[in-house]
């Protein structure tokens, strides 16, 4: 065994992140850490590389203990690791960048260099060298040597903390979502160099969303859920088991999923095919209130979004679902207009979605409700509420509304001096929801409603959502929860690395296969 | 304008009518080469007038009460700022940015306000007066600029400076690599406060009067040293020397601006800000001062196919 977690613990306030998990990595594998968002993958690996102090556990790298040892050290012991959200020197080039990942290595040269001493440029000479194969190593070409680091292109940034960590000669490598981002060519990539890097004997853990990647190259996936271990095995015995399926998909109320676990094998032809194929039963409405017309979003060399044209109707519900990092977030945060487009086009009701300001938009009668909800902890219910009416000044009519809000959420009526920080998950949930409203939406964007809470809490939040609608508001909500959307949702979007990979009614999705293998890959 | 052609008609005479200047642009250059230091390795410290202080006081304390050679007291105040660098770091690096700042700041402030002010022996308000020979060190303390700019430069190429790039790059990813933040910190802190510790001896003796003002030891001082950075531009040695230079060398820019010199020195400051926020020798060296919104060539697409 060369990494040996046992029984580590995490929380974060009353937040158990990492519960007590045990793990063994094999000298010489490829070992998989995949969950749905917030299971506590990043904290886990937070906590083995010592960025985070354990509250319970131990952890072993071979003979050496890695429990309660600083970062630097843990480091210095051979375990390297790149980052979720590439962290890269960005201002130094990218030979330096990995010049800096031979520190530990590297005799202290402070006096010899005072005096430049010929010998000590020799052991330049040679580092440089050697910095120079590893760019090779990871298929980067010479020529980015000289480039600053925050010049490249994003795929290669990902290779180049990739060729940094291995400055390290490390015995293990943690890979942090490595593929995050990438088109489907550019994973491709990613995965050879994966298997070429285990080939010459490094161990790797990987962690990442996309299913097909981490289904492929890993020997043994190990999958979390709220912290805990819900599952340890080879790729197919994990696909198929069903705490695992129901952790991706979520739980649908009363509906079972009754479809046939296409578990593996599933190429990406077929899959394409079967998209094309999909029954178009419910078609998309003629007269619609969003016109969403080859939106194609990107952040700097990273393409969020390719391409989507969608339409909702007034008096639906419509859900975009997909796995993490498929761009749901990107299309709600454009169609608001926080993010601008770069190509495309987006009306609702007339207003031009891409050019609007988001103030003027919100005016109109879009209202998104954000992810991780953004209400603002530290001021009590009552005033999160007062502050979404801050741009109407009738003091009688605002309380009146106010008013209405409570009635229809009673916990936060109940609960008005409170904090809002104070509040549980759903509870915050419910208010972001009811500040959303108190703008008056016609079109409400809700974004992950589900996302980190408990199973009645879900129910509660889903339920408060089909009065919302029954009272006549239209809805466009992205879930990861896909089982719970697509039982509300009069249509829906299945989404997969920036595209609509199909559509149709929320019950012929629920059954179709080919949803199930957007979240786990195949 | 008289004092840049006397400048090239006659520098023998332009030396000897300015050795003060040249002494404070050459003092000046040595603390702005502490606030590199600091800066390099990602810490916004203020402290370099706290450490000029304890450099100043000790040396003439000790030629006042010991009569001990000149030389002799610059060191024993330059070790004396370097050992208050270790005793100041160790309880504020665990702090970043402004919070590093603010905390910097009191200590400056509690130097001079606190202990300054009312310990006798200090001379309090009234300061030192002292006898040594002011002038005769200007060579010195041009020799002394050059040498610790190049010593600086050197540390900057080695294991030590790439660790301190990669600190002020981003802390995080420094740890992953192997490299101790805290420690390489700390060692940035003490050399930052033993070259202000050196400046602040060389500069008790320029004068014959050391004092607690808090244009010489206090905020005022720290933003002027900062100054120095941001003018210069803090990625390469020298961006903080010519911002020295040029900040000292002011009052002398503008004579012609008599009773609004300032005014003139505040909009010159503003102006290289806006038009070059990397300071004067930053990235791409002395590159010309140009505007984001100029015309520039623009750059051929390349041709598809």
Not at chain 1, 141 to 166: F, K, M, N, W
Not at chain 1, 230 to 255: H, M, R
Not at chain 2, 281 to 293: D, K, N, Q, T
Request: net charge neutral.
């Amino acid at each position: 065994m060369l990494l040996r977690l046992d029984d580590v613990q995490r929380h974060f306030g009353g937040v158990r992140a990492v519960d007590g998990v045990s793990l063994e990595v094999e000298q010489g594998s490829v070992q998989g850490l995949i969950g749905p968002n917030g299971a506590g993958k990043t904290t886990l690996v937070n906590v083995i590389t010592g960025y985070a102090r354990f509250q319970g556990g131990r952890a072993w790298l071979e003979s050496d203990e890695l429990t309660g040892l600083p970062a630097h050290r843990i480091a210095g012991l051979g375990v390297a690791r790149t980052f979720q959200n590439i962290r890269l020197f960005k201002d130094l080039t990218a030979i330096e960048n990995v010049l800096i990942g031979m520190h530990t290595r590297r005799r202290d040269d402070t006096l010899a260099q005072l005096a430049t001493l010929p010998i000590f440029r020799s052991a330049e000479r040679s580092r440089t060298k050697d910095a120079y194969a590893l760019l090779e190593a990871v298929a980067l070409p010479h020529s980015v040597g000289t480039r600053r680091a925050a010049t490249l292109p994003y795929g290669d940034q990902r290779r180049l903390e990739i060729a940094r960590a291995l400055a390290l000669r490390p015995r293990l490598l943690i890979l942090d979502e490595p593929a995050a981002g990438m088109n489907p060519s550019e994973k491709q990539g990613m995965r050879e160099l994966i298997e070429r890097l285990n080939a010459d004997g490094l161990t790797i853990l990987l962690i990442d969303h996309d299913m097909r990647l981490v289904m492929g190259v890993c020997k043994r996936v190990a999958v979390l859920n709220f912290g805990k271990k819900i599952a340890d095995g080879t790729p197919a015995e994990v696909s198929t088991d069903a705490g695992v399926i129901k952790a991706y998909l979520g739980s649908g109320g009363d509906k079972e999923v009754t479809s046939a676990p296409g578990a593996s094998g599933v190429d990406e032809a077929t899959e394409v095919e079967e998209a094309a194929t999909t029954s178009r039963a419910a078609r998309e409405p003629d007269k619609a209130i969003l016109h969403v017309q080859d939106l194609t979003v990107s952040y700097g060399a990273v393409v969020a979004v390719r391409g989507v044209s969608f339409r909702v109707a007034a008096g639906e519900v419509v859900a975009l679902i997909g796995a993490n990092g498929a761009g749901k977030s990107t299309i709600l945060n454009t169609l608001s207009g926080l993010i601008r487009p770069e190509s495309g086009a987006a009306t609702f009701d007339g207003l031009d979605l891409a050019h609007a300001k988001a103030s003027a938009i919100v005016r109109h009668g879009l209202v998104q409700v954000p992810e991780g909800r953004e209400i603002l902890a530290r001021q009590t219910v009552l005033e999160n509420l007062e502050l979404a009416t801050w741009a109407r000044r009738d003091g009688a009519g605002t309380r009146k509304r106010i008013e209405d809000v409570m009635k229809r959420f009673p916990i936060l009526g109940e609960r008005r001096a409170l904090s809002a920080g104070s509040l549980s998950g759903g509870e915050q949930q419910m208010l972001a929801i009811a500040r959303g409203l108190l703008a008056r939406p016609r079109l409400l964007l809700l974004d992950e409603p589900s996302l980190g809470l408990a199973p009645q809490m879900v129910d509660e939040v889903f339920r408060a959502i089909e009065e919302i609608h029954q009272e006549g508001t239209t809805i466009l909500l992205v879930e990861q929860n896909a089982l719970r959307a697509l039982g509300i949702a009069d249509r829906a979007y299945v989404i997969e690395t920036g595209r609509i990979l199909l559509s149709g009614s929320g019950d012929d999705l629920l059954h179709n296969p080919a949803v199930r293998r957007a979240y786990l890959g195949g | 304008m008289d004092f840049f052609i006397q400048l090239f008609t006659d520098p023998v005479l332009f030396w000897n009518s300015h050795t003060l200047l040249i002494s404070q642009i050459g003092i000046n250059g040595i603390i702005a080469t502490s606030m590199f230091l600091v800066l390099y390795s990602g810490q916004l410290s203020l402290a370099a007038p706290g450490f000029m202080a304890i450099g100043a006081y000790t040396s003439v304390l000790m030629e006042l009460y010991w009569h001990t050679p000149l030389s002799v007291n610059i060191v024993a105040g330059t070790l004396l700022a370097a050992g208050g660098g270790v005793l100041v770091g160790l309880p504020v690096l665990r702090l970043r940015g402004v919070f590093l700042a603010i905390a910097t700041i009191g200590f400056v402030e509690a130097l001079r306000l606190g202990v300054i002010l009312n310990v006798p022996i200090t001379g309090e308000g009234l300061g030192l007066k002292h006898t040594a020979d002011p002038l005769g060190g200007v060579p010195m303390i041009l020799v002394s600029l050059v040498v610790v700019v190049f010593l600086v430069w050197r540390l900057t190429k080695g294991r030590l400076g790439s660790a301190w790039a990669a600190i002020r790059q981003d802390e995080i990813a420094a740890l992953s690599q192997g490299i101790s933040v805290a420690r390489y910190k700390m060692i940035a802190f003490i050399f930052s406060a033993l070259l202000a510790g050196y400046a602040g001896a060389l500069e008790a003796h320029l004068t014959f009067i050391v004092s607690p003002g808090d244009e010489q030891y206090g905020v005022t001082r720290a933003v002027q040293v900062l100054t120095f950075a941001v003018l210069g531009g803090s990625g390469f040695v020298l961006g903080p020397v010519a911002g020295a230079l040029i900040i000292t060398l002011l009052p002398y820019i503008f004579l012609q601006a008599g009773p609004y010199l300032n005014v003139f020195s505040g909009v010159f400051l503003i102006a290289v800000i806006v038009f070059r926020p990397q300071g004067i020798v930053g990235r791409g060296g002395l590159a010309i001062v140009r505007p984001s919104w100029w015309p520039r060539a623009r750059t051929r697409a390349p041709s598809p196919g």
